[in-house]
């Protein structure tokens, strides 16, 4: 008997905890996948700019990934192997070491961890409180690192933490770039640079309440945050102060890392090196692996310091090394950057020709477009009130439609667009079809629900 949709969500609703949430947005069961293609459990097929929130940089099942795994399998390798060391793991070193820039390779150490982001951020939260011997973290509003308790304190969303008790303390959270809604109502240069000189007033100021804290940590493109690139400038002098005060600089690139902002780190857009770089998602080649890389002069945990069951997960290494090499050999980063410069232009074409879209930024295809009501009332900048019913109505027009995408930002009232890195400009001219199908149908829907209301 063929079992469709209906029959594995309400199973999984039965079974499965009330914290899932994928399945409340995106209703399907996925029997099929193949590069930027998925197909449900009632033979529908559907483009997927999910992508595994970033993890499938190659997209789902590509051959090379695949061949990897298969032959890691008939080799007679170990799958587990905690931190003892392979051929297997040592070739993934080289790989990601080549793809770092040299005055950070050169000095770097590498920590594998547990197998999540959130497992990176929390390896790097221990690193440098071990190696500064201070309490506190910095953190910045609309920043995202992770559901377990250190990351999830880190991290500025306040939905996930309202009933929490008990979260890391000593957090301080300063503004973040965004130009769309300036936190200090100013917008474009002005604002970014008014936002660095506050936190250097903050990191100078014997008065702050604020102790030098242990780590920064950031984002270079906010991702759940609403897909936010920071300007260079303001993340030079974020690097300039941190530097000038040794305050180790995490880099969170968990989403960023591996090609998806049209360079191989997010980090690179600027010219800069961090302290601490986090990475999981694309380095696992679609499984679960993650790993701290970091600068040798912070290596002063003792052994034992930092552990994790599964951080020698070497069909993971086998497929992020497909990945990378795949990556580099043909220059994938830079295919990212041009498809995504095409996928945004043809975004502000579906901007001019509806009322609902604020703003469409991003970097290569990691992009965003915020969804506004243009009926409210704007501030003295112009920026429209955030329009989550609207989004959401969006997102159930996209899915109906055959193309998963993901909200996010203030108010989830950011649609995000997180496709393969190896998306085609015919597939992107296909989904724009698309959504601007289902922002042109959900415009209608909501005027007619205000007729009716009004009626």
């Not at 915020?370 to 989004?391: F, M, Q, R």
Request: aromatic content about 8%; charged content about 20%; glycine content about 10%.
């Amino acid at each position: 008997m063929e079992r469709g949709n209906s029959f594995y969500l309400n199973s999984q609703s039965s079974w499965e905890s009330n914290a899932r949430s994928y399945p409340r947005k995106i209703p399907i069961a996925i029997t099929w996948a193949k590069g930027i293609m998925v197909r449900d459990a009632d033979g529908k097929s559907y483009y997927d700019c999910l992508s595994g929130a970033g993890t499938l940089a190659l997209g789902h099942n590509h051959p090379v990934v695949i061949e990897a795994m298969q032959e890691t399998l008939r080799s007679g390798l170990p799958l587990h192997t905690l931190d003892l060391t392979t051929p297997m793991k040592q070739q993934f070193v080289e790989e990601l070491f080549q793809c770092l820039p040299s005055k950070f390779a050169n000095r770097a150490k590498i920590q594998f961890c547990g197998p999540t982001g959130a497992d990176g951020v929390e390896a790097a939260i221990k690193l440098v409180k071990t190696a500064t011997g201070r309490r506190n973290m910095m953190s910045f509003h609309g920043g995202y690192h992770g559901m377990t308790n250190g990351a999830l304190s880190l991290t500025g969303n306040l939905s996930p933490k309202q009933h929490v008790a008990n979260l890391m303390p000593d957090v301080q959270f300063m503004p973040y770039p965004y130009n769309y809604r300036c936190p200090f109502g100013v917008g474009g240069d002005e604002g970014h640079r008014i936002g660095s000189r506050y936190m250097e007033h903050v990191l100078n100021d014997p008065e702050s309440g604020i102790v030098r804290p242990a780590g920064m940590i950031i984002e270079v493109v906010q991702g759940e945050g609403g897909v936010i690139p920071a300007p260079v400038e303001w993340l030079r002098e974020i690097r300039r102060m941190t530097c000038e005060r040794e305050i180790p600089l995490i880099i969170d690139e968990v989403q960023t890392g591996l090609g998806r902002t049209g360079k191989m780190f997010a980090f690179e857009h600027a010219d800069i090196t961090p302290d601490v770089l986090v990475l999981s998602k694309a380095i696992g080649g679609s499984l679960p692996l993650a790993v701290i890389i970091y600068d040798e002069s912070l290596d002063q945990w003792q052994p034992g310091a930092h552990a994790g069951t599964f951080r020698g997960n070497q069909l993971g290494m086998a497929a992020g090394i497909a990945t990378i090499q795949f990556i580099k050999q043909n220059q994938i980063d830079k295919h990212a950057e041009k498809v995504g410069d095409l996928f945004q232009y043809q975004l502000v074409n579906v901007k001019s020709d509806t009322s609902c879209i604020g703003e469409v930024r991003g970097k290569g295809l990691m992009i965003g477009v915020e969804i506004v009501n243009k009926e409210g009332t704007p501030d003295h900048l112009g920026s429209y009130p955030a329009y989550p019913e609207l989004a959401k109505m969006i997102q159930q027009q996209c899915v109906s439609r055959g193309l998963i995408v993901e909200l996010g930002g203030r108010y989830g009232s950011v649609v995000r667009f997180l496709p393969p890195l190896i998306i085609t400009d015919e597939q992107v001219h296909d989904i724009i079809a698309i959504f601007h199908d289902a922002v042109t149908a959900s415009e209608r829907a909501i005027i007619s629900k205000l007729v009716e209301v009004l009626s």
